[in-house]
């Protein structure tokens, strides 16, 4: 799927026809984990005025089962980074495949809750919940959602975002 194709692309082209004043820059890697995304956010905050920060990471560190306590803990650092240059910070629920066993799975589904709670950060509920459940929107390898699906993120996300930055 190219970039153009995906739900950021997609709502920045609602936002600018709407004239909106909402503008997404999307700072993802494919394959990105919270370290990786901690370990680039200095540069990125320093490129780029940045009034929210919508961290939607964690899920590739649960599909490595990378301790739920080091997702915390990046996590954490993520949002005193941003928050420390006056970025006002979101979270995004993350969820992985239940075949990763009851207590794990448990775990990481706990982190996000756990540091939106200590951190007083809003928490977004999983984008691509009703979407995961449907294999016609979903790629072949069952994780990631397809073309077909990202008009449907983008309008999930549109009115998320506007509801919680516009107060809509």
Same mark, same amino acid.
């Given at each position: ?73 990046? $996590? ?7 928050? +420390?240059?006056? &970025? /006002? #910070?979101? !979270?995004?629920?993350?969820? *992985? ?9 448990? $775990? ?7 540091? +939106?709670?200590? &951190? /007083? #950060?809003? !928490?977004?509920?999983?984008? *691509? ?40």
């Amino acid at each position: 799927m190219q970039q153009k194709e995906g739900w950021v692309h997609l709502l920045n082209q609602q936002f600018s026809q709407q004239k909106s004043p909402l503008k997404i820059i999307n700072a993802s890697i494919s394959g990105e984990t919270t370290g990786g995304g901690l370990a680039r956010l200095s540069l990125i905050l320093s490129k780029n005025e940045i009034d929210y920060l919508l961290i939607e990471l964690g899920g590739n560190d649960g599909l490595r089962g990378f301790p739920p306590a080091l997702i915390k803990n990046n $996590l954490l650092q993520i949002i005193k980074l941003a928050q +420390a240059k006056g &970025t /006002k #910070v979101m !979270l995004m629920d993350i969820r *992985i495949p239940p075949n990763y066993g009851a207590r794990y799975t448990k $775990l990481f589904n706990n982190t996000f809750s756990k540091v +939106a709670q200590e &951190t /007083k #950060v809003t !928490l977004l509920p999983f984008f *691509i919940e009703k979407i995961a459940l449907q294999p016609t929107l979903m790629q072949s390898d069952g994780i990631h959602p397809n073309k077909t699906a990202q008009p449907m993120i983008a309008a999930t996300m549109k009115k998320q975002l506007e509801n919680i930055i516009l107060n809509k």
